[in-house]
């Protein structure tokens, strides 16, 4: 039996998102269906909302989530009803060419749900990063299903499941940020901050936070930022380079998506460094013109990063964990609790810089 729950949609490129009644199929083979305790509002959900991610409207939003699982669909062994888990957009296949070499933390045959969500009339839905979390429930491929400690507050748990564990792994994983490391985070938003956190956690030394807004670098010294630079007042190359020694980053991290800000942190690092950007372009936003001399005289590389290169069976469980053990303060992200109708105006605080996260809690 099909159920209807409510859940936040759009519709259409820039019109305001609404709570629809959706309808969410029993779960599939392979699938589960989870309900929904807490989802966090992360800029890629304003993204899918613009149309930045592609034009298959409407999208079922909302993608940093944390619940129980109500039921699984035949052959499901890995979760259970009752079970608490981090929702992820990185179920990986085990049998790809990249899961196959031992590297299933890029899985390249990633899935989700095989059935679709739909409205009342049904029309089928897109869920956001393949969740659709902003609902009282939400149709997922059960393997997206990662079981955490249930100590954690979902409303805290649920974030690693985009943006911050995003942040934390472009700094520990595709950063490889190491003990002793200087760091520059351009952009300090949730992701942006997470990054910090993340580079806290592996040691770094020196931790410089760019961005244009004063509150957002107060709450990067928060996270463990040693220094600030307000790119707004201050050239941001020169900022970076001033707090490590004239010389520029080990790692830069872009959390922005932004080709003026990749250009900044192409230069505002160090000989050999590495840029990782993590922030999400648009379709029409171009490479910053470097002159190649620049790409290969300062030697180095330059990684994207998808979802802080992680792979959720391992690091879930282990950042859930040393969160319990006040080591990670994930409870930081979390801003304001908010209803489920309160999204678009969250869209409009994220937009206005006021929060590092919102979190629908359901
Ligand atoms: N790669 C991934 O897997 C992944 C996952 C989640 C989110 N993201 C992306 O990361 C980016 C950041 O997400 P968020 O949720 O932290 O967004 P956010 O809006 O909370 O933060 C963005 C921050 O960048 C700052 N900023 C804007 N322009 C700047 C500039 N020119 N120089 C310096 N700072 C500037 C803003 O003041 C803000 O603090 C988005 O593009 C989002 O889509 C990527
Ligand atoms: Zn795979
Ligand atoms: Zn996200």
Aim: glycine share 12%.
């Amino acid at each position: 039996m099909s159920q209807q729950v409510r859940g936040v949609v759009a519709k259409g490129k820039g019109l305001p998102v609404s709570v629809e009644t959706i309808v969410i199929p029993d779960p599939g083979p392979g699938e589960a269906v989870v309900k929904v305790q807490a989802c966090g509002v992360c800029h890629t959900d304003l993204h899918y909302r613009e149309g930045g991610i592609n034009d298959e409207f409407p999208f079922l939003l909302g993608h940093e989530a944390a619940g129980i699982v109500e039921s699984v669909g035949a052959g499901v062994t890995g979760v259970a009803p009752g079970d608490f888990v981090v929702l992820n957009w990185r179920a990986v296949c085990g049998t790809c060419r990249s899961c196959r070499k031992g590297k299933p933390q890029f899985c390249f045959a990633t899935f989700n749900a095989t059935q679709k969500m739909t409205l009342l009339d049904g029309t089928p839905l897109s869920p956001a990063l393949g969740i659709g979390a902003f609902a009282d429930k939400t149709l997922v491929a059960a393997g997206q299903c990662t079981p955490v400690n249930p100590a954690a507050s979902p409303a805290v748990a649920g974030l690693l499941g985009c943006g911050v564990m995003a942040g934390i792994g472009a700094a520990m994983l595709t950063g490889n940020v190491q003990r002793g490391d200087t760091v520059a985070v351009f952009g300090c938003g949730g992701v942006g901050n997470a990054a910090i956190a993340g580079a806290v956690l592996a040691g770094a030394s020196t931790i410089v936070a760019v961005d244009l807004d004063d509150r957002k670098l107060a709450w990067a010294k928060d996270f463990g930022a040693t220094h600030t630079v307000n790119a707004s007042t201050q050239d941001a190359v020169e900022g970076v380079r001033s707090h490590t020694g004239g010389f520029g980053a080990d790692v830069c991290i872009e959390a922005v998506g932004n080709p003026k800000v990749l250009e900044q942190c192409f230069f505002a690092r160090d000989l050999a460094g590495t840029v990782v950007q993590v922030g999400v372009p648009t379709p029409q936003m171009r490479m910053p013109d470097i002159a190649m001399i620049d790409f290969f005289g300062r030697g180095g590389a330059l990684k994207p990063s998808w979802y802080g290169d992680c792979l959720p069976s391992r690091d879930f469980p282990m950042l859930v964990d040393l969160h319990l053990q006040g080591r990670l303060p994930l409870d930081k992200f979390v801003s304001e609790i908010i209803a489920l109708d309160a999204v678009e105006e969250a869209f409009h605080k994220m937009e206005r810089g006021e929060v590092l996260r919102s979190v629908v809690v359901l």
